[in-house]
């Protein structure tokens, strides 16, 4: 569970001498009225020039001890609040990546960014100030009024009953813009959310004509966002002149009782100023712990919006061992195996039975929605079954190691991601010190050659973000490559070829099948023609099996099959008159 104090312990070092810095800094500001207060009484009663600039000295030496103080105390609150957000960011990364596809799922992209982001860096802001002001702020006030004392008792009073006052309105004001400031958060995501999902959406709305809706959403958002924080705002902005208006009755107070007591010669003029100097440290001081506290509240609802993601614990648990691989004949079996996604009422696979040899090519069909992408991502254990076992090389999956099991599969998912660097980095994903000859030799299979050959800079053409600079069918090829390029002994492509044109796809169909013929190849398609040549196809409908066997076998045995396949040589005979009219 995720505990502030458990990554503050490596910087405790950190954590007590900034505080204790600014004490000590603190400690010496307290001591500038009473030496202002010397200066009136004696220097410029006396007119004693030689007074005046040696407590002028004595001023300039508080001030550079204060502000080497301060530095000091500054430098080492940072190096605990940015060492701090460094750790609990490097280990909330490592966490997320230790998710299986179920909690992934739970929580959802976008709420890990900002966990991961913008809440992160508003504990780290909270760490910091903490470290600066907790110590700081209450010492002034309570010193403040402690020297007010030692001035003067009678007038010392002003501030027993001033400190009150204003602490009711700051802290009052705090409490009422709190709730306030949640919702403000809560605006503030939602208008985030709408600005990631336009740019990331923007050429959908467009091809939509959705900007005009959008538009309007986003400016509601917005009005929304802007009125909370008006109102905030507006709470906030009272602060200010009713705290003034407190200690300026204050001061008044100070300098009428202070007046008459100086007629009396038992107050000077000089520990009038010095009675009003910590009348006005203790206001800037009750403003700066004010805020501290608004900050520190922000930084405890993200800190439990932090707290709430380490929390998921990965529902998929790796063997600490792993096991002594042999290879088998029977590569991959799934022996009864049934799966439910988390909150599902109804299964995503049911029963499900086969075995794979190893070298076999295994075709995976069915319609939309059938658990295609499922059960394949059972094999390197994104998900675990529900019920039943998958064995791999006759060991169960759970058996393995994640590095022994997802190190001999390639895998394409359904949507081709690139990442930001070249395209030779991109496939050294699969491996590391692959050769120049690999890349290209898994270039070719994958049909991405001319990929290649289309960018001035060959292999080293660099990938924007999400491979932006290249098309659907470009990227699907070359991440085809990039699990080629490791040479896996199970391949699984998961509706990998959408995007290829089916010359191209039937090009790529042969290549795997001259050239990979020691790998097991899992084929998931909504195409029957990809499917076709399949040494096994297996047909789902509804999570469940609907039959398995060859093309010939299903189109005699399997009517679900037999549908499919005679439904797309319709569409594609019609398509085909249609292009040739």
């Known amino acids: 569970m995720f505990k502030i104090t458990d990554y503050l312990k490596e910087y405790k070092k950190e954590s007590i001498i900034a505080p204790l810095f600014k004490m000590l800094?603190?400690?010496?500001?307290?001591?500038?009225?009473?030496v202002m207060a010397a200066i009136v009484d004696v220097g410029i009663k006396n007119a004693d020039g030689t007074y005046i600039v040696r407590m002028g000295f004595v001023l300039l030496a508080l001030a550079v001890i204060g502000l080497s103080c301060s530095i000091t105390a500054q430098y080492f609150a940072a190096k605990a609040s940015v060492g701090f957000g460094e750790s609990v960011r490097r280990d909330l990364f490592a966490h997320i990546n230790a998710l299986s596809y179920t909690?992934?799922?739970q929580a959802g992209t976008s709420t890990l960014i900002t966990r991961m982001t913008n809440d992160i860096n508003q504990l780290q802001s909270g760490v910091n100030m903490f470290l600066r002001l907790f110590l700081r702020s209450p010492f002034i006030v309570v010193g403040a009024m402690v020297m007010a004392f030692t001035v003067d008792v009678k007038?010392?009073?002003?501030?027993?009953?001033?400190?009150?006052?204003?602490?009711?309105?700051?802290?009052?004001?705090?409490?009422?813009?709190?709730?306030?400031?949640?919702?403000?958060?809560?605006?503030?995501?939602?208008?985030?959310?709408m600005t990631r999902e336009n740019l990331a959406g923007a050429r959908v709305i467009r091809a939509f004509c959705r900007q005009e809706d959008e538009n309007r959403e986003y400016r509601e958002g917005s009005e929304r966002l802007?009125?909370?924080?008006?109102?905030?705002?507006?709470?906030?902005?009272?602060?200010?002149?009713?705290?003034?208006?407190?200690?300026?009755v204050a001061i008044i107070a100070i300098i009428w009782?202070?007046?008459?007591?100086?007629?009396?010669?038992?107050?000077?003029?000089?520990e009038v100023i010095a009675l009003v100097n910590y009348m006005s440290q203790i206001l800037i001081e009750l403003v700066k712990l004010a805020n501290l506290i608004i900050l520190l509240t922000k930084a405890a609802a993200c800190s439990g919006r932090v707290r709430d993601v380490f929390a998921l614990t990965p529902s998929v648990k790796e063997h600490p061992v792993g096991v002594d691989i042999e290879k088998t004949e029977d590569k991959v079996v799934f022996d009864h195996v049934t799966f439910t996604y988390q909150g599902a009422k109804e299964p995503a696979l049911k029963d499900i039975s086969f075995t794979a040899k190893a070298g076999q090519t295994i075709g995976i069909i069915g319609g939309t929605g059938c658990g295609k992408s499922t059960?394949?991502?059972?094999?390197?254990?994104?998900?675990?079954?529900?019920?039943?076992?998958?064995?791999?090389?006759?060991?169960n999956v759970r058996g393995y190691s994640f590095h022994q099991l997802r190190d001999r599969i390639g895998i394409v998912p359904q949507k081709a991601v690139l990442f930001n660097g070249t395209i030779a980095e991109n496939l050294r994903w699969g491996d590391e010190d692959a050769s120049e000859e690999q890349l290209k030799k898994a270039l070719s299979v994958a049909q991405a050659?001319?990929?290649?050959?289309?960018?001035?800079?060959?292999?080293?053409?660099?990938?924007l973000q999400g491979g932006r600079n290249f098309s659907g069918g470009q990227?699907?090829?070359?991440?085809?490559?990039?699990?080629?390029?490791?040479?896996?002994?199970?391949?699984?492509l998961d509706d990998s070829a959408s995007a290829l044109d089916y010359a191209t796809d039937a090009r790529l169909r042969k290549a795997l099948l001259e050239q990979t013929d020691k790998m097991t190849v899992f084929l998931v398609s909504q195409r029957a023609a990809t499917i076709k040549q399949a040494d096994r196809i297996i047909v789902l409908e509804d999570g469940c099996m609907a039959g398995a066997g060859t093309h010939e076998e299903l189109m005699k045995s399997c009517e679900v099959y037999r549908e499919i396949v005679i439904s797309q040589n319709e569409s594609e005979g019609k398509e085909g008159q249609e292009n040739g009219r």
């Not at 009782?257 to 003029?269: A, R, S, Y």
């Not at 390197?380 to 006759?394: L, Q």
């Not at 290649?452 to 990938?463: C, P, T």
């Open 103 to 105: 909690e992934l799922d």
């Open 375 to 395: 059960l394949v991502n059972l094999i390197p254990r994104f998900y675990d079954a529900t019920e039943g076992e998958i064995r791999v090389d006759g060991v």
């Open 25 to 34: 800094e603190a400690s010496f500001e307290l001591f500038v009225p009473l």
């Open 155 to 193: 007038a010392a009073f002003v501030f027993v009953v001033a400190i009150p006052a204003l602490s009711v309105v700051v802290f009052g004001i705090m409490l009422c813009t709190i709730p306030l400031y949640r919702k403000v958060q809560k605006a503030l995501d939602h208008v985030l959310r």
């Open 475 to 492: 990227r699907q090829r070359l991440t085809i490559a990039r699990a080629l390029v490791r040479e896996p002994e199970i391949l699984i």
């Open 449 to 463: 050659d001319d990929v290649i050959a289309s960018k001035k800079d060959g292999l080293e053409e660099m990938v």
């Open 226 to 248: 802007y009125a909370v924080q008006t109102l905030v705002g507006r709470i906030s902005a009272v602060m200010n002149p009713v705290t003034y208006i407190i200690v300026n």
């Open 257 to 270: 009782i202070g007046g008459l007591q100086v007629d009396t010669g038992k107050l000077t003029q000089g």
